[in-house]
Protein backbone atom coordinates (compact mmCIF):
# COMPACT_ATOMS: atom_id res chain seq x y z
CA UNK A 1 0.00 0.00 0.00
CA UNK A 2 1.03 3.02 -0.50
CA UNK A 3 1.58 6.20 1.52
CA UNK A 4 1.90 9.66 1.48
CA UNK A 5 5.81 10.97 1.21
CA UNK A 6 5.13 12.63 5.07
CA UNK A 7 4.83 8.95 6.66
CA UNK A 8 6.80 8.10 9.41
CA UNK A 9 7.31 5.02 8.84
CA UNK A 10 7.93 3.43 5.62
CA UNK A 11 9.57 1.31 3.22
CA UNK A 12 11.01 0.18 -0.12
CA UNK A 13 9.81 -3.46 -2.03
CA UNK A 14 12.45 -3.54 -4.73
CA UNK A 15 10.52 -6.56 -6.20
CA UNK A 16 7.37 -4.18 -6.51
CA UNK A 17 9.05 -1.18 -7.13
CA UNK A 18 6.92 0.44 -4.39
CA UNK A 19 7.39 2.63 -1.40
CA UNK A 20 4.92 2.20 1.12
CA UNK A 21 3.53 0.04 3.82
CA UNK A 22 2.93 -3.95 3.41
CA UNK A 23 -0.23 -5.55 5.15
CA UNK A 24 0.06 -9.11 6.12
CA UNK A 25 -3.26 -11.15 6.93
CA UNK A 26 -4.22 -14.94 7.27
CA UNK A 27 -7.83 -15.27 6.81
CA UNK A 28 -9.45 -18.61 7.67
CA UNK A 29 -11.88 -20.48 4.34
CA UNK A 30 -14.87 -18.05 5.01
CA UNK A 31 -12.39 -14.86 4.30
CA UNK A 32 -12.66 -13.68 8.40
CA UNK A 33 -9.03 -12.20 9.46
CA UNK A 34 -7.68 -14.35 12.10
CA UNK A 35 -3.56 -12.46 12.35
CA UNK A 36 -2.80 -9.28 11.11
CA UNK A 37 0.75 -7.44 10.82
CA UNK A 38 1.36 -4.01 9.10
CA UNK A 39 5.23 -3.68 8.11
CA UNK A 40 7.18 -1.23 6.08
CA UNK A 41 7.37 -2.10 2.35
CA UNK A 42 10.76 -4.01 2.68
CA UNK A 43 9.69 -6.34 5.10
CA UNK A 44 9.72 -9.85 3.12
CA UNK A 45 5.71 -11.26 2.26
CA UNK A 46 7.71 -14.43 4.44
CA UNK A 47 8.81 -12.29 7.10
CA UNK A 48 5.52 -10.49 7.72
CA UNK A 49 3.44 -13.54 7.32
CA UNK A 50 5.52 -15.28 10.09
CA UNK A 51 5.23 -11.46 12.48
CA UNK A 52 1.37 -11.97 11.64
CA UNK A 53 1.41 -15.52 12.89
CA UNK A 54 3.54 -14.72 15.69
CA UNK A 55 1.35 -12.06 17.09
CA UNK A 56 -1.58 -13.89 16.64
CA UNK A 57 -0.34 -17.24 17.99
CA UNK A 58 -2.53 -17.36 21.27
CA UNK A 59 -5.71 -17.11 18.97
CA UNK A 60 -4.38 -19.67 16.18
CA UNK A 61 -3.98 -22.94 18.75
CA UNK A 62 -6.60 -24.60 16.68
CA UNK A 63 -4.87 -24.36 13.32
CA UNK A 64 -4.64 -27.28 11.65
CA UNK A 65 -3.45 -26.53 8.34
CA UNK A 66 -2.33 -23.43 6.38
CA UNK A 67 -2.80 -22.88 2.90
CA UNK A 68 -0.71 -20.29 1.63
CA UNK A 69 -0.01 -19.20 -2.38
CA UNK A 70 3.51 -19.94 -4.51
CA UNK A 71 5.73 -17.75 -2.47
CA UNK A 72 5.42 -19.07 0.58
CA UNK A 73 6.82 -22.55 -1.08
CA UNK A 74 9.72 -23.98 0.91
CA UNK A 75 10.63 -26.52 3.97
CA UNK A 76 12.23 -23.21 5.94
CA UNK A 77 8.84 -21.44 6.29
CA UNK A 78 6.88 -24.37 6.73
CA UNK A 79 9.58 -25.09 9.76
CA UNK A 80 8.97 -21.94 11.24
CA UNK A 81 5.20 -22.23 10.80
CA UNK A 82 5.24 -25.27 12.80
CA UNK A 83 7.56 -23.65 15.44
CA UNK A 84 4.95 -20.70 16.02
CA UNK A 85 1.89 -22.74 15.85
CA UNK A 86 2.94 -26.24 16.76
CA UNK A 87 4.15 -29.18 14.65
CA UNK A 88 1.04 -30.87 14.35
CA UNK A 89 0.38 -27.61 11.82
CA UNK A 90 0.90 -28.50 8.12
CA UNK A 91 1.87 -26.11 5.36
CA UNK A 92 0.17 -26.47 2.38
CA UNK A 93 1.17 -24.69 -1.27
CA UNK A 94 -2.04 -23.72 -3.69
CA UNK A 95 -1.73 -24.82 -7.13
CA UNK A 96 -3.12 -21.85 -9.64
CA UNK A 97 -5.31 -23.37 -12.91
CA UNK A 98 -3.92 -20.93 -15.31
Known sequence: MKNTDTAKHKGYDAGK?????????AVDTQGFPHAVAVSTAQVTDRQ?????LRRSKAQLQRVQS???DGGY???????????????????QIAKRNE
Open 48 to 52: GALQA
Open 17 to 25: KVSGIKRHI
Open 66 to 68: LLA
Open 73 to 91: VGAPFAQEVREILGEHVTV
